[in-house]
């Protein structure tokens, strides 16, 4: 007998198209659920809706209520991690294990910002600096920004999702959502679980749609801010559209490096870049795509290194044992797979991987006597493709990790702290971690690039800074004196 396949409509009162598109998982080609698309009547619906609901209820509502939503928000992700974590494994093909870290983080998310929305506050500003101003007090206050428009990727549905929702709520702001069309599942299922919560209807608006269909979205000169997630390419392009006075957070694509010094650990450092490399097939913004090793430790930690990725298993997401599961589609398989033979043919030397196993899934790539110009160095492969290079001296280092036109995170392994904080200042990237992969993030940490990876923080506390803005009020206790 076959499953019934789950439908979730709009539910945006008077828009409705009824035209549904299938979620698949890229893994077995099962169909997950069907989920009715939005156009633009039913995106201005959703505009509409959100903007009144932010000056009706969202902008009045006191910090504690925010905080309450919030908090309960957190209790219930957890209280059903289990299905979260399977829809993620289903939709999005995220090996079921990281799939429950994933849940656990985006509970985290909403607990930090249940406590930031208590403690966002203002200032008091002294205006006695100058004669004649004695009696007059001033006073910074941070106001919400109205509605938001959030453009979400498939590689963190849950988690990526939270840190557009729960800082924008945490404000006092209005959310309308476009989630990936790959993985909208997980985005349903967390609005429904924020509405148990006690959000108000139309404080958070979900709107899949394909195509361009999500300009209407974008371009709407009703949004005060649009926070996006996705290729560079795209995001920039969204931020030359937006209407003057929109402000803009951009979370871009990444090109992590790693630099292995002579002192390091190696099999910290092996163990590190291979769980950075392949965590989910390498769909990470901040994967590890480039290791520096100084020439001295270079074939002892490539060993070790080899070892590490020999040891994955690959294979069906739902099994407890898969450790890198399939890329989102066939033609993500076929361009990383594109990229491989192409660096290969251009002199790189294929250490390990390179097979197409089936149901999208690449077995973990390791390559080495890589140029810079090759694609799998200069640009986002987002795949599981890793190259291990050599360098000499720190400063070759520096100007090997340097030469990107990325910048979002990096990591160092030294035992040296002069050598730590040489390369950690010298790297031109958002965030550096020492002595673990790159892609470690902390949700209460500030996370953002340089060069093309972005625009703007996340990190909840820092993106409640990009969600607000600043209001000075100045009050004339004695207005017979002017």
Known sequence: MLKEIVKYPLNIKGAGTKEFADVKSPFSGEVVASIEQADEKAIDAALNLATETFHKVMKVMPANKRSEILAGTSALIKENLEDLAATIAMEGGKPIKDARLEVSRAANTFAIAAREALRLDGEQLAMDNLPGNEARIGMVLREPLGVV??????????????HKLAPAIAAG??????????????????????????LPEGALIVTPCRGSKGNALVKDRRIALLTFTGSQEVGWRLRGEVHPGVRVILELGGNAGIVVHSDADLTAAARAACRGGYAHAGQICISVQRVYVQSSV??????QFKDCV??????????????VGPLIDQGSVEKTSQWVDEAVKQGARLVAGGAKPGNNCLTP????DTRPDMNVICQEVFGPVVSVMKYDTIDDALSQMNDSRYGLQ???????LDVAFKLARGIDAGGVIVNDTPTFRADHMPYGGRKESGLGLEGVRYALAEMTQPKFICLNLNPQVQ
């Open 173 to 198: 702001n209005t959310v309308v959502l476009k989630p990936s069309s790959n993985t909208p599942v997980s985005s349903f299922k967390l609005a429904e679980l924020m509405r148990r919560a006690g």
């Open 149 to 162: 428009a959030a453009v979400t990727p498939f590689n963190f549905p849950l988690n990526l999702v939270a």
């Open 365 to 368: 790539v390791i390559l080495a």
């Open 298 to 303: 270079y074939e002892a930690f490539l060993a």
């Open 310 to 323: 020999s040891a994955l298993n690959v294979g069906d997401p739902l099994n407890e044992g898969t450790d």
């Open 410 to 416: 990096a990591a160092v392994f030294t035992s040296n």
